[in-house]
């Protein structure tokens, strides 16, 4: 059975559940709206335009051509010094970021304490 036919079973079948009141109008819905599903696992495939495109990661395809996948892996290579982890594990960053967001929540408190606020409402 390829993809096609058993697709076109499964949407029968949940008809056929939806017209026995065996599911709700919202979950036939659901389930009828395949591209929203993402698969459990990312897999990739190649376009029409040799370019290859990565499934799973969002709604639509992530497509990009070979080089441009080249590139990218490059990013992820490297263990512990690679641009990714440099950038998402770099405690320096998070530990600044903690700090920017420190601040900007004492300046909102700061200003909800001000005398203006209290004369609101």
Known sequence: MNKHEYQKEEMTNL????????????????????KTQLPNKPYFR????R????????????????????RLSRVFMGGKDCTFNKFFFNEER??????????????????LKGDEMENIG
Request: charged fraction near 40%; aromatic fraction near 8%.
């Open 15 to 34: 008809l056929t559940k939806f017209k026995n009141d065996e599911l709700k109008m919202d979950e036939l819905v659901d389930r009828l709206l395949l």
């Open 46 to 49: 190649t376009t029409k335009s």
């Open 51 to 70: 370019a290859i495109a990565l499934y799973g990661i969002k709604r639509d395809p992530l497509v990009l051509y070979r080089h441009q996948w080249m």
């Open 94 to 111: 998070r530990v600044k970021n903690r700090q920017e967001e420190e601040v900007e929540q004492e300046e909102v408190d700061e200003f």
